[in-house]
């Protein structure tokens, strides 16, 4: 009998402590309970009267309630009732204590009223800690059971939200591909019809119009490429501290003379490996979501702070990031706050609370890709009326001495008089860009496919410096293509023109080592400095003039 009750007795030392309710409205009743349950497994909590279990009941949860059946005011039989009226209390098993043995109408009537034993006394102690054991076990278990159910319902809205995510992202990266090639092919022209007049003329505006809702079209896309995380990002080792500090007369600017900004940095914080364009972007879309909470002015805080997360820390539990070092950016407001529902929905694309034209939907959910594609989560805290809180983790990376920034000028003009192999399967694009080098003095070899290409590489007798290539293309896409010629002329450079890359040359949005990459959407503005920059990359690794 002894080992058995040992048994009964042995609990996990990792087995939370469980809430037993004593009612009985005679002190020698509780001690004599009390006595017998005593247990470092059980937490013994009593009552005095029914009024106070039911008080008792509001305030803690109960694995199992021991009910004097005779009690002044409510009696046993009443205080149960109430209990199993109740839909929070009405699962918790009640054993009735009582004297009365024969009458069994009595015990009918406990029975009905919702007991699911009764200990009768007087008592044998081993039956009464049994019985204790088994319904705390219970408890028990079925705590493990609905946190498990829980877990298995968290779990199935991850999946469905990487569903969702991966259903946005293939139909980002198909209207980026094509949107980008049409928009690029408007801009192009555009911007070579503007040219032709001067500033004043009404059709210079109008073109100037046109150029600039090109411009918002590509930002949309982009956005969209950025939430699904599959836009370019190019990361670098960088101290937060400094890019907060480099934008802040920019920010001042854009919040107004009506809210104030404080900064709160950590003099050593920690560097982290990301792109810094995009994280200027983050700053830029928690800053401005700030200001538009307070349309009567206000503060906003920009914290930057060394974080250690651990695996039992309560702070942020809601983060899915591994325990480790972080550098953490919080951006808080004075605002006035979101209820739990806009709370809910504040990442997804397209919503919003602000009125009809007055914003997109895709600035949190901008945020929230790109600090996700940098390994990293974000956590919001907000009430209403008392303001948000938004704190984005980055993983720290190991200390290492960060080179100074230093501007360099070009050292040769954006000009040039190399050849040039451009491949481009969209007509529109092609002509536009053929346009731009051939205006900048450049050789232009032109084909509209992979195959036309190579056909157009191998009849061509000349020397090519220059391989400009889309990326995604029927057939052969410009990764293969690149691979091919390359392998038979190993001094000729790539430079890869996208909208959208589909992880041909970027493995999740990440440019591999090596490769260089111009968007569709800067082609006018950039791409006669980008290849300068590829045709010297080349000549430096070389040794020797790529015109050789």
């Given at each position: ?27 020698d009743g509780l001690l ?75 015990i009918h009537r406990g ?171 983050v700053v830029i879309n ?263």
């Amino acid at each position: 009998m002894a080992e058995k009750r040992e048994k009964l007795e042995t609990v996990s030392a990792k087995e939370p402590r469980v809430n037993i309710l004593l009612v009985d409205d005679r002190v020698d009743g509780l001690l004599a309970l009390e006595a017998v349950l005593s247990s470092p497994e059980w937490n013994l909590i009593t009552a005095r009267s029914g009024q106070e279990a039911l008080t008792q009941l509001s305030e803690t949860e109960f694995a199992a309630i021991l009910l004097d059946i005779q009690m002044p005011g409510l009696d046993g039989f009443q205080t149960a009732a109430r209990i199993k009226d109740n839909p929070a209390w009405k699962d918790i098993p009640i054993l009735f204590i009582t004297a009365i043995h024969q009458d069994t109408s009595y015990i009918h009537r406990g029975y009905k009223e919702g007991a699911v034993d009764y200990i009768f006394k007087p008592f044998d102690p081993y039956i009464l800690r049994s019985k204790i054991t088994v319904f705390a076990e219970l408890y028990r278990k079925n705590a493990k059971l609905l946190q498990a159910q829980e877990e298995l319902r968290r779990k199935e809205e991850e999946l469905y939200q990487a569903r969702k995510l991966e259903a946005i992202g293939k139909l980002a990266g198909g209207v980026a591909h094509d949107f980008n090639n049409i928009a690029a092919g408007i801009l192009g022209l555009s911007e070579e019809l503007r040219d032709m007049f001067e500033p004043g003329d009404r059709r210079y505006e109008d073109l100037n119009e046109i150029i600039k809702a090109t411009h918002r079209a590509f930002s949309l896309t982009r956005q969209l490429l950025v939430y699904a995380r599959r836009q370019v990002i190019s990361p670098e080792v960088l101290n937060l501290n400094a890019v907060v500090l480099d934008m802040q007369g920019m920010l001042s600017r854009l919040i107004g003379e009506d809210v104030q900004m404080n900064t709160d940095l950590e003099p050593k914080l920690g560097l982290i490996n990301a792109d810094r364009g995009y994280l200027e972007q983050v700053v830029i879309n928690l800053v401005l979501n700030a200001r538009d909470a307070m349309p009567e002015g206000g503060v906003v805080t920009i914290k930057t702070s060394n974080v250690q997360l651990a695996a039992d820390s309560p702070q942020d539990a809601d983060l899915q990031l591994l325990p480790g070092p972080y550098v953490a950016l919080t951006v808080s407001d004075t605002g006035c706050g979101m209820n739990d529902e806009v709370l809910s929905h504040i990442f997804e694309p397209f919503f919003t609370t602000k009125e009809r034209d007055n914003g997109t939907g895709l600035g949190l959910a901008t945020v929230y890709g790109i600090v996700k594609q940098n390994g990293g989560d974000i956590a919001v805290h907000s009430r209403p009326g008392s303001g948000t809180r938004m704190s984005i983790y980055l993983p720290r990376v190991v200390q290492e001495e960060l080179k100074p920034i230093v501007e360099k000028l070009p050292s040769e003009p954006a000009r040039g008089s190399e050849t040039i192999l451009l491949v481009e399967d969209e007509h529109l694009v092609r002509r536009v860009v053929m346009g731009i080098l051939r205006k900048n003095g450049y050789t232009v070899l032109d084909a509209g496919s992979g195959p036309e290409a190579v056909e157009l590489f191998e009849r061509y007798q000349g020397p090519i410096d220059l391989l400009i290539t889309d990326v995604v293309m029927p057939e052969l896409n410009g990764r293969q293509l690149a691979d091919l010629i390359v392998a038979r002329r190993p001094g000729v450079a790539v430079l890869y023109m996208s909208g959208y890359t589909k992880d041909i040359i970027a493995r999740r949005g990440i440019l591999e080592p090596g490769i260089h990459f111009i968007e569709k959407s800067e082609i006018c503005s950039e791409l006669t400095n980008k290849v300068r920059q590829v045709l010297q990359a080349r000549r430096q690794q070389d040794g020797v003039s790529v015109l050789n």
